[in-house]
């Protein structure tokens, strides 16, 4: 048995820095025929007599639970660690409902406990996913789940969450030497609050490797992976950026007498805030197992870590944080624009015309204060939009993350977007803001929250100390918007 690096993630988890993924047997399925459970079993038994004892699969990744589940019941040694992932199509999300969710994992894999339990949010304009999450943490604490972890979240909102009391562990994002945004101000939150990063798409869909070195730009790709990580490398600055990168890659291969694979993967698990790499699984195929055990057998020097950094300034910052290719333009996804999916999402507030004014319409919360005091959450005239004065409330009345309050303003303004979209507007028509703190120490985490969103849109914007503010809410913002004339 090849003996395979661990990390302790806390002291209830312990993970192969190697981790095989599982999605390829949804692409394996796609006829309809499933894979007999057993026979996946026998594949899945070969991984952990070769070391590699951690899987990675989710709700949607065809039978891949099932297969998994078979392989618990032989009760193989060293016992198994499963990662698996829970999507829900958006809405409200009680305790009913999340645990009817980990309930199915735990019946698909025959087991009492998920060892690690992935939560995936499409759109953070609906704010149930931090309801999910405090559900999960629920079932956590009754043993249901080992540990909690998320699967494309960016920096401010798995901030937001842990600032709002749930104890993630890991964050699965990409991250390879053309998708190098990890890098940045995720690992920084890492490094903070202690969570650490499983990386996918190492490989990017197959295209860091030696089958296309020197290789010219394909005219047309047919594989949903390799489309998806085609558009990664366009914008990362096109196919003569990424050869540079490539051969960077191969020259240091030379050098170790290792795979290009094996240093783009290597690259990513030097990184400090990445616990573990995911690499593809082809069932019944080959295996590559000796191949990716070569990955721990060899150290990046710093003469290699220089060779690969002259090479990056040949490209460009992948634009935004990880998970917005999935949430907002230019949508670095295998299908490409996503906007009609997000179209799609149920909306965060109710709708319904003024009846005191033809043509004018309003956004309603639901929040008990709106009938109340006699307000909406934001009102649309004409072409101009007014978002009441918006603070960070979960549900009925709970205050999110009580103590931070540029986690409060990213959840503002969440709420702020949400109200916007369901006016047939968006944040990108804000033309101002106005920004009430309890606590001046505070202007920076929330300029920062604030910029994150409005760095290139700039609506003109005032931010004033007050005494207080009703509660324990540190934060509290409106914004104005007109909508541009092609909506």
Request: with cysteine; charged share 25%; aromatic share 6%.
């Amino acid at each position: 048995m090849t003996s395979i690096p661990q990390i302790a993630l806390t002291d209830r988890l312990t993970i192969n820095r190697v981790l095989v993924g599982l999605w390829q047997v949804a692409d394996i399925e796609k006829d309809g025929k499933s894979i007999d459970p057993q026979t996946g079993a026998d594949y899945l038994a070969a991984y952990v007599s070769e070391g590699f004892c951690t899987f990675d699969m989710a709700d949607h990744y065809g039978s891949a639970e099932l297969l998994a589940g078979a392989l618990l019941q032989r009760a193989p040694r060293p016992k198994p660690v499963i990662c698996t992932k829970w999507c829900p199509d958006p809405g409200p999300m009680s305790a009913d409902i999340v645990g009817a969710g980990v309930q199915e994992r735990l019946d698909r894999l025959g087991a009492d406990q998920v060892d690690l339990l992935q939560f995936h949010w499409w759109s953070f304009e609906h704010p149930a996913w931090l309801d999910a999450l405090h559900e999960l943490k629920d079932l956590r604490d009754k043993g249901l789940i080992g540990e909690i972890g998320v699967t494309n979240f960016d920096a401010a909102h798995l901030h937001l969450a842990i600032a709002d009391g749930i104890p993630l562990v890991s964050n699965q994002v990409p991250f390879s030497l053309i998708d190098r945004r990890a890098v940045g101000p995720l690992s920084a939150v890492c490094a903070q609050h202690d969570v650490r990063l499983l990386a996918y798409g190492t490989l990017a869909g197959g295209f860091l490797s030696e089958r296309w070195l020197g290789q010219p730009e394909p005219d047309e790709i047919n594989d949903w992976s390799k489309m998806k990580y085609k558009r990664f490398i366009d914008a990362a600055g096109g196919w003569q950026a990424y050869q540079q990168v490539l051969q960077a890659a191969a020259d240091i291969a030379n050098k170790h007498s290792v795979s290009i694979a094996n240093v783009a993967t290597r690259w990513v698990l030097h990184q400090a805030a990445v616990a573990g790499v995911i690499i593809g699984a082809r069932l019944g195929e080959a295996q590559h197992s000796s191949d990716n055990a070569k990955l721990l057998d060899f150290a990046l020097d710093d003469q290699d870590n220089a060779r690969l950094d002259a090479a990056f300034q040949a490209t460009k910052p992948l634009p935004g944080d990880c998970g917005d290719e999935y949430r907002k333009p230019p949508f670095l996804t295998a299908s490409g624009d996503l906007s009609h999916h997000l179209d799609e999402m149920p909306l965060a507030v109710d709708v319904e015309p003024v009846p005191q004014r033809a043509g004018a319409w309003r956004a309603l919360s639901g929040s008990e204060w709106e009938d109340i005091a006699g307000y909406c959450r934001a009102q649309k005239v004409g072409d101009r939009i007014l978002v009441s004065g918006t603070t960070a409330t979960a549900g009925a009345n709970r205050v999110v993350a009580p103590s931070d309050a540029g986690a409060q303003t990213t959840f503002i303004l969440d709420k702020i977007s949400a109200a916007l979209s369901a006016l047939g507007s968006s944040i990108e028509d804000v033309v101002r803001t106005r920004i009430y703190l309890s606590d001046a120490r505070d202007v920076m985490a929330v300029s920062r929250a604030h910029g994150r969103i409005f760095a290139d849109i700039k609506p003109a914007n005032t931010l004033v100390e007050v005494a207080s503010l009703i509660g324990n809410y540190k934060v509290e913002i409106e914004a104005e918007a007109v909508m541009r004339e092609e909506k």
